[in-house]
Nanobody, 124 residues
């Protein structure tokens, strides 16, 4: 069992930056690939970024590539999402999630555990 708790969301102006954190419980954090997803009102949950167990492989949605960076610290059981050059359309609730494999990494249904989400609001 893995419990995930996101933090770091908030209100920021367009062009600004935020860093989201996701703290995981349990001693098997390094056994899971981790992903970030987001969901805006009235829209489906969409993939943002993912990272492999060791952090050596990363994946990004085209919409955030070059602006967002995913990283993890297995010693702290934490995964991060550094978000720069934020745009109004980045406004959403951001969720972190954990899964055992890298297969279909961008598909929400393949994740085993989810956090409760943190709100990110970008003002234009």
């Amino acid at each position: 069992q893995v419990q995930l708790v996101e933090s770091g969301g908030g209100l920021v102006q367009a062009g600004g930056s935020l860093r989201l954190s996701c703290a995981a419980s349990g001693r098997t954090f390094s056994s899971y690939a981790m992903g970030w997803f987001r969901q805006a009102p009235g829209k489906e949950r969409e993939f943002v970024a993912a990272i492999s167990w060791s952090g050596g492989i990363t994946y990004y949605a085209d919409s955030v590539k070059g602006r967002f960076t995913i990283s993890r610290d297995n010693a702290k059981n934490t995964v991060y999402l550094q978000m720069n050059s934020l745009k109004f359309e980045d406004t959403a609730v951001y969720y972190c999630a954990a899964r055992a494999t890298l297969k279909s990494i961008a598909i929400p249904g393949g994740y085993d555990y989810w956090g409760q989400g943190t709100q990110v609001t970008v003002s234009s």
